[in-house]
């Protein structure tokens, strides 16, 4: 027990978990999107963000050609070479997304089987490319190459505002935003919200449910490929079971904040980054994820439904 | 075709079953249980020697996976199948079970059928503790606080003294032998049948609860728990105590895992093996004991007979899990028509 870390480092530790937190909230939005619509587990999610991780590695070293170790890019070969790495994570997690929604569900669904077979062929897909990976990579960790150089825009309070710090701060800030407009605004947004109200009367009012089952895999997949990006580029390194903690982290925020619910994912992605680097801080690091876990056993007591959940007549099995 | 597709081994086995006189099927059913018994000896004759695993040993592994996993998974079948309730950290009752042994062996020289009882009961307690507040929760609210009991029993054998941290404890002792059977490592076969045994008593203890007022109980929360309270099913009981049953099958399961391989670590209870244990109830077909029991049988052995193909199996393994589940999506062995066909209206 160490609380003293509070007082001197109280700024910098929430600083470090908000940036964590909006990174485990963009990939929450993997589970919770797709929850929103399927009341299902989305659980190979966890290795969409990891091929994500990777997708951005092999695009610089190999694409890009960037090797290790050289020196940070700067002026517009910087941001090209970023908006590179971020739109083909993103994409490549989008297309990995709707793949598992074809191999692991939509034959499923279409049978009518019960929940827990496509969790289970979720799970599937999720061995499979755990493994492949894992055999791609030789299960050793692999180092990213640094395109930005860790500047920092100065100190305020302890605080160290590092720029990639602050960009997984922003960017998670903005995508929230513009998500949150299309969903409550655009006509696509509002075929997901139908869905997730009532699959069978969004059905009678012609809706293509299956289009936006898609729809909400490939959301999901993006803002996991845009969390992988960020993840890689804050921590410069990835390993072939980097998603099996992410995966719990996010799911856990995404139930946290009150599964299938936008706002839920942000706050509870927010809440659980802070709460991981005070109770590391505090107690231990070993002791981060008991913690975390405590905390959502006390809060679900209280709040069943999560933060921001929905009423228990909507969140019915 | 379409009588083709309506096909279901179960029905059509319940359906020769019922045919037979009581004598019948006691023959059957000592045959059949004789014929599993055998089983440590099919690796040694030649018509069934091809079941044989390469590189690990045949007769260890019918101990730890095949007969620990499918003890195992009729635990969960508890939970998960006859009452519904999504549980995702099932490997805590496990590791509760191997720590009981473990610890109380080591330090204070207990023998495995002395801490047996007491490997059950602290299973159990620990069932209580998580189950009275988690299971208030639906769903996947339940899945998830499971999920992060399970992490929590590991990280705390990880991090406690006791408990031997990250290495473990090592040096447990094999259980004492009775009527001349002797379990050390050149006799897992007397392991298997103790394993064995156990599986046949967790089999009549589910079929013995499925027919009377808690088996009844757990069917109408499975279908609709809102009806079931209202008709007067106490459901936080009932679930608890599906809980508490599962849970005392896993921690059984850990006491006699403990004390066949002697060492136990942290790494043997992570959040994979829960998850497999789930694969083999679904698998095998979720909520019938002999489609649980069948499915985890061939989940455990599975990757062990494929292992010649090295790194590729896990992969192998989760093909086959994709395939499987598309192909049959209520698993080997499906539960009875007359269960089923109220679960779609709940979905």
């Known amino acids: ?133 894992s055999m791609l990579t030789g299960a050793r960790g692999k180092i990213a190459p640094r395109l930005l150089d860790k500047w920092s825009f100065g100190e305020v309070a302890g605080a160290n505002f590092r720029i990639d710090q602050v960009m997984a701060i922003v960017m998670p800030i903005i995508i929230f935003f513009l998500l949150d407009q299309f969903v409550t605004k655009s006509r696509l947004g509002k075929s997901i919200r139908a869905v997730s109200m009532s699959e069978e009367n969004s059905k009678l009012m012609g809706i293509d449910i299956n289009r936006v089952i898609t729809l909400t895999f490939c959301i999901g997949g993006l803002t996991t490929g845009a969390a992988a990006f960020l993840y890689t580029t804050v921590y410069e390194n990835t390993v072939f079971n980097v998603g099996f903690n992410m995966g719990i982290a996010a799911f856990t925020a995404a139930v946290l904040g009150g599964i299938g619910n936008l706002r839920g994912a942000f706050y509870g992605g927010l809440a659980l980054g802070m709460l991981e680097q005070f109770a590391s801080a505090i107690l231990g690091s070993q002791w981060k994820s008991i913690t975390v876990f405590v905390v959502l056993v006390v809060i679900l007591l209280f709040k069943p439904n999560g933060l921001f959940g929905e009423a228990v007549q909507q969140t019915r099995t | 075709m379409s009588k083709l597709k309506n096909f279901n081994l179960r029905d059509f086995g319940a359906g020769i079953w019922a045919g037979w006189n009581r004598p019948t099927r006691t023959i059957f059913v000592l045959a059949f249980i004789s014929l599993i018994a055998l089983l440590p000896f099919a690796e040694s004759w030649g018509p069934t020697s091809f079941l044989n695993t390469p590189i690990t040993s045949f007769q260890n592994v019918l101990v730890y996976p095949v007969g620990m996993f499918v003890l195992m998974a009729l635990g969960l079948n508890i939970v998960v199948g006859k009452s519904g309730l999504l549980d995702l950290g099932y490997v805590a009752f496990f590791a509760i079970g191997a720590y009981s042994q473990a610890i109380l062996s080591t330090f204070y020289g207990w023998n495995t059928w002395e801490v047996l009882p007491f490997g059950i009961g602290f299973a159990m307690l620990s069932g209580v503790i998580l189950g009275l507040p988690a299971l208030r929760l639906r769903g996947d609210y339940l899945a998830i606080i499971t999920l992060g009991f399970g992490e929590i029993v590991r990280i705390v054998a990880l991090n406690l003294t006791v408990t031997g941290g990250p290495s473990g404890v090592a040096g447990i002792p094999n259980p004492p032998g009775f009527f001349g059977l002797k379990f050390d490592i050149m006799n897992p076969q007397n392991f298997f049948w103790v394993v064995l045994a156990l599986i046949l008593l967790t089999i009549w203890m589910i079929r013995r609860f499925t027919v009377r007022r808690p088996g009844r109980a757990w069917e109408a929360i499975r279908q609709d728990e809102d009806v079931a309270s209202l008709m007067g099913v106490n459901t936080l009981v009932y679930k608890l105590w599906s809980f508490v049953i599962g849970a005392a099958v896993g921690g059984a399961a850990g006491v006699i895992f403990a004390s066949k391989v002697m060492v136990i670590s942290p790494d043997m209870f992570k959040f994979d093996v829960s998850i497999l244990i789930l694969a083999c109830v679904v698998f095998g077909g979720i909520g019938n004991i002999w489609g649980v029991a069948l499915g985890a049988a061939i989940l455990a052995y599975l990757p062990e007979r494929i292992r010649f193909l090295a790194d590729s199996r896990q992969l192998v393994f989760g093909l086959v899990l994709i395939l499987m589940m598309n192909l049959r999506p209520d698993g080997l062995l499906p539960r009875k028509k007359r269960e089923k066909i109220t679960e779609k209206g709940s979905k």
């Open chain 1, 1 to 133: 027990m160490n609380f003293s870390v509070i007082g001197s480092q109280f700024w910098s530790l929430a600083f470090q978990g908000l940036a964590l937190g909006l990174i485990y909230s963009l990939v929450s939005l993997g589970y919770t999107m797709v929850y929103g619509v399927l009341r299902l587990i989305n659980f190979a999610n966890s290795e969409v963000f990891m091929v994500g991780t990777f997708s951005v590695l092999y695009l610089q070293v190999y694409i890009l050609g960037i090797p290790i170790g050289d020196p940070a890019l700067h002026g517009v070969k910087l941001i090209a070479y970023l908006a590179i790495s971020l739109i083909g994570s993103m994409v490549v997690c989008a297309l990995l997304a709707i793949l598992v929604e074809l191999v692991a569900y939509r034959r499923l669904r279409a049978r009518g089987a019960n929940r827990l077979a496509s969790l289970i062929s979720a799970i599937g897909v999720s061995i499979a490319l755990l493994e492949g990976f």
